[in-house]
């Protein structure tokens, strides 16, 4: 399934953008690092952990695997497409040239707004960790203060350059691996309630129905875990042999980051002492009370310093990833500001004015967030209806080019297994789009039950009238739908 194979000229050739004016300064390490901070197990997996265990008790947990299987499929045409393409930005720059520039435009755009909200998210995921470790009670404001603060700390660790966001890379690493394995093995050492079977028992999570609706909705913690291999492909001009490197290190993001997160859920589930309480709503923060009563207050506050970590470099990889497709989306003319989201600093190659605006609307949306009662599932929710709906663009793009003659030829393909993968990724892509769309709350207005649909619709609609307003979209002389040749597409029609 892999190895070098020589550049089909029909095909096209794998090649980096021109002029190109980031500096290659991230390792192979690095990168996978800023992969794995992006899809961090300890921030999905104690953000989530206790609106996964309401919805659909301990066998939540298999939601890991359902998501795990299907977005390795995702990955495995992503790091055939960025071999080929291994240029800034991500999912823009690859469905330009593999289907065009409206598809494109419009990938990017519902990729930005997911990536801008997904920053909202895992910041305010942190608010109630940084309450507990310096001292102060939890309130809506004090969450949106502190999603401000850790906001403006990553950007400006990311203004530092990419150095510095290497090093705070793998320094998350480390955190999310202490955060995992050490507390992990801590807690089924010295706090473990229940056996191994608890992963099969609902807690009448169901009433009396079929469970598969209870799972389904609790699986929100799988969905959510598992994007960010992709930030491994948006850095992919600062890093040496990125045909080789990237593909590799988004399919080890996928194999440790899942494994780690899966067993961080496992800890947490067989130390739970009363999972009824936490059904009812009578323990509120699961994850919290379980470190409390295993460690103690100190060594809750220091376990809490961990976590703390692994939510800023997350924070961090997110705005490294909205900022080069913001300054990707500008280097190509393709948005309002481009010359100003365009302009580089040079003494540190970062992006700076598009880095500022990755900051700054999520700071807006943290804000706006005051006037939401469920603030952080309809966040991350649209979060993840954002990040889906691109990522499956890429995938209908990439089997488009595909059946049409596209024949991958950086240094990792698929071969004969191509296809099939694509297909199964799409298939994947749209069962995960359906069931996080589900409204799943009749006793509510229909306009909060289907809240993620309407905003995902606001964020379509919006993007095609800007892009038929102002014909952003064919700015620009970037190559687009060049992935397969003219005359092998023209073929292919006629087959």
């Known amino acids: 399934?892999?190895?070098?194979?020589?550049?089909?000229?029909?095909?096209?050739?794998?090649?980096?953008?021109?002029?190109?004016?980031?500096r290659k300064?991230?390792?192979?390490?690095?990168?996978?690092?800023?992969?794995?901070?992006?899809?961090?197990?300890?921030?999905?997996?104690?953000?989530?952990?206790?609106?996964?265990?309401?919805?659909?008790?301990?066998?939540?947990?298999?939601?890991?695997?359902?998501?795990?299987?299907?977005?390795?499929?995702?990955?495995?045409?992503?790091?055939?497409?960025?071999?080929?393409?291994?240029?800034?930005?991500?999912?823009?720059?690859?469905?330009?040239?593999?289907?065009?520039?409206?598809?494109?435009?419009?990938?990017?755009?519902?990729?930005?707004?997911?990536?801008?909200?997904?920053?909202?998210?895992?910041?305010?995921?942190?608010?109630?960790y940084i309450a507990i470790l310096f001292g102060f009670d939890t309130t809506v404001h004090t969450t949106v203060l502190c999603t401000a603060v850790l906001i403006v700390i990553a950007v400006l660790i990311n203004y530092m350059g990419t150095k510095a966001l290497s090093a705070a890379a793998v320094i998350g690493f480390a955190g999310e691996l202490i955060g995992a394995l050490v507390v992990g093995i801590y807690l089924l050492s010295t706090h473990r309630h229940h056996g191994i079977g608890v992963i099969f028992d609902t807690y009448g999570t169901h009433g009396d129905g079929s469970y598969l609706p209870a799972?389904?909705?609790?699986?929100?913690?799988?969905?959510?875990?598992?994007?960010?291999?992709?930030?491994?492909?948006?850095?992919?001009?600062?890093?040496?042999?990125?045909?080789?490197?990237?593909?590799?290190?988004?399919?080890?993001?996928?194999?440790i980051g899942g494994a780690a997160a899966t067993f961080t859920c496992m800890s947490l589930l067989l130390s739970v002492t009363d999972f009824n309480a936490i059904i009812s709503g009578e323990q509120a923060d699961p994850v919290v009370d379980v470190l409390y009563?295993?460690?103690?207050?100190?060594?809750?506050r220091m376990v809490m310093a961990v976590v703390l970590i692994s939510f800023l470099s997350c924070t961090i990889s997110l705005q490294a990833a909205a900022g080069r497709l913001i300054y990707s989306y500008a280097r190509d003319e393709m948005i309002a500001g481009h010359r100003l989201l365009r302009r580089f600093a040079h003494a540190r190659a970062v992006p700076g004015y598009?880095?500022?605006?990755?900051?700054?609307v999520p700071l807006l949306i943290a804000f706006a967030s005051l006037f939401s009662e469920d603030a952080l599932t309809n966040i991350v929710s649209f979060a993840i209806l954002g990040i889906y709906g691109s990522f499956q663009m890429v995938v209908l793009a990439a089997l488009r080019a595909r059946l049409k003659g596209w024949r991958p030829a950086g240094e990792f393909t698929l071969?004969?297994?191509?296809?099939?993968?694509?297909i199964g990724a799409l298939a994947y892509g749209i069962f995960a789009i359906v069931n996080i769309c589900w409204a799943r709350s009749p006793e509510k207005p229909w306009y909060e039950n289907w809240i993620v649909l309407l905003?995902?619709?606001?964020?379509?609609?919006?993007?095609?009238?800007?892009?038929f307003t102002t014909h952003h979209y064919g700015r620009g002389g970037a190559a687009a739908g060049d992935a397969v040749p003219k005359e092998r597409a023209e073929a292919a029609s006629k087959r």
């Not at 929100?220 to 992919?236: N, P, S």
């Not at 905003?455 to 892009?467: D, E, F, K, P, Q």
């Open 1 to 22: 399934m892999t190895g070098p194979q020589p550049p089909s000229p029909a095909a096209g050739t794998a090649s980096a953008e021109p002029g190109s004016e980031f």
């Open 25 to 128: 300064d991230m390792g192979p390490w690095a990168n996978f690092a800023l992969g794995f901070t992006y899809l961090s197990p300890v921030v999905s997996t104690y953000t989530l952990f206790g609106t996964a265990v309401v919805e659909g008790g301990p066998p939540m947990i298999w939601a890991f695997v359902l998501a795990g299987c299907g977005q390795f499929l995702v990955a495995l045409i992503f790091g055939e497409i960025v071999a080929q393409y291994p240029i800034a930005g991500g999912v823009y720059p690859w469905a330009r040239r593999l289907w065009g520039k409206r598809w494109a435009w419009m990938t990017g755009w519902v990729y930005m707004w997911a990536l801008l909200v997904t920053i909202t998210s895992v910041a305010y995921g942190a608010g109630p």
């Open 354 to 360: 598009a880095l500022f605006v990755s900051a700054a």
């Open 415 to 422: 071969g004969r297994w191509g296809l099939a993968v694509n």
């Open 215 to 255: 799972f389904l909705a609790a699986a929100i913690i799988g969905f959510y875990q598992y994007y960010g291999f992709e930030a491994c492909g948006d850095t992919a001009e600062e890093v040496a042999h990125p045909g080789r490197v990237i593909p590799r290190a988004m399919r080890r993001t996928i194999y």
């Open 455 to 467: 905003c995902g619709a606001v964020v379509v609609g919006t993007g095609v009238l800007y892009m």
């Open 293 to 300: 009563d295993a460690m103690g207050e100190t060594g809750a």
